[in-house]
């Protein structure tokens, strides 16, 4: 069956500009996490959807960021006013949701490869 | 807080030896414990997972773990390396028990393994 999506697959941006990452989970999953991946931080997670709603956007690292869920489903990562910092890989991760706490399996997307200029 | 210490981030093994990948942990309830692999350019992809049931955990392309709650640890091995084998694997963490909320994975920096003809 097809694996979480994520687009664009690249994207290279200005400085100051805003952008928008895209997420499609596994069909059903009702978890759906974003996470972050630099050559400085490592792997970090941003925020977890359960449903349309956000239980913890702990991870997001400034009030320039922010996401959406919508219809339970697709979810978009905004940055705005992007900096060079900002450059990173971020993934997209889906699991059932079905039960609480971290046992499930996330499956992960490829990530869109986000530069900074 | 929960937090993951994978030791060495570089580890060569000669083609047919065998693989182990350190991984130790730092939870304050009981853990759920996970290994990715991470091919280039790709999302990560789950090996195996430790969920409070078997302590000796086995998992896609001949790849074990065993958790040692004594030790706080959780190696990842393989008997006999393979050329293919050659990529980055993260440890992971999540907090243990049933609660939403508690979802979110927190990774160690990751061990790149290079395989030796």
């Known amino acids: 069956g097809a694996g979480v999506s994520q687009s664009p697959s690249n994207k290279v941006t200005e400085k100051g500009k805003d952008v928008e990452l895209r997420c499609d989970p596994i069909?059903?999953?009702?978890?759906l996490y974003w996470y972050r991946q630099s050559l400085g931080q490592g792997l970090e997670f941003l925020i977890y959807f359960q449903g349309n709603s956000a239980p913890d956007k702990s991870g997001l690292p400034s009030d320039r960021f922010s996401a959406e869920r919508t219809g339970g489903s697709v979810s978009t990562l905004t940055i705005q006013r992007t900096q060079q910092e900002d450059s990173a890989v971020y993934l997209c991760?889906?699991?059932?949701?079905?039960?609480?706490?971290?046992?499930?399996?996330?499956?992960f997307g490829p990530g869109t490869r986000l530069l900074v200029l | 807080a929960q937090s993951v210490t994978q030791l060495g981030s570089h580890v060569s093994v000669s083609e047919g030896a065998l693989v182990l990948l350190r991984c130790n942990y730092s939870?304050?309830?009981?853990?759920?414990l996970f290994w990715y692999v991470q091919y280039p350019n790709q999302g990560l992809q789950l090996l195996l997972k430790?969920?409070?049931?078997?302590?000796l955990v086995k998992g896609i392309n001949g790849f074990e773990a065993e958790f040692k709650k004594s030790e706080t640890s959780f190696h990842l091995t393989k008997p006999s390396a393979h050329m293919s084998d050659a990529t980055e694997y993260f440890c992971a963490v999540s907090e243990g028990g049933s609660n939403f909320g508690n979802e979110k994975l927190t990774f160690g920096t990751g061990t790149r393994l290079t395989i030796i003809p």
């Open positions: 430790y969920t409070s049931a078997a302590t």
């Open positions: 069909s059903g999953h009702t978890a």
């Open positions: 991760a889906s699991s059932l949701g079905s039960s609480g706490g971290g046992a499930e399996t996330q499956y």
């Open positions: 939870s304050s309830v009981p853990p759920y």
